[in-house]
């Protein structure tokens, strides 16, 4: 019989070695409200981080109403440039009327 390597005497869960992406969502309208932060949350690839809005009292209301307070909050444009730069958040789904 072959030898076999240490490591293969060590279990490893598949889950163990996934990791879930960090994400924002842009926009706190019935879509986003409705559609993307529900499958957002319930996805176990994405770990929803932050919300970005033009309106902070949106902005606010929304992580009380849908995420539980479970989220950073960034408004206006000063907001969004610093969750562009936030080092947890790999990613964006941009929920957003067309004008904005």
């Not at 240490?6 to 926009?27: K, N």
């Not at 989220?71 to 790999?90: K, T």
């Amino acid at each position: 019989r072959a030898s076999s390597p240490a490591w293969s005497h060590c279990r490893v869960s598949s889950m163990a070695l996934q990791r879930r992406i960090g994400t924002a969502l842009f926009g706190t309208g019935e879509c986003a409200r409705e559609c993307y932060a529900q499958a957002m949350l319930q996805n176990p690839d994405m770990h929803l981080r932050a919300l970005w809005s033009q309106d902070q009292a949106s902005a606010e209301r929304f992580n009380l109403e849908v995420a539980g307070c479970s989220l950073e909050v960034f408004h206006g444009d000063a907001g969004l440039n610093q969750l562009l730069l936030h080092p947890n958040v790999e990613a964006v789904v941009v929920a957003l009327p067309s004008e904005v």
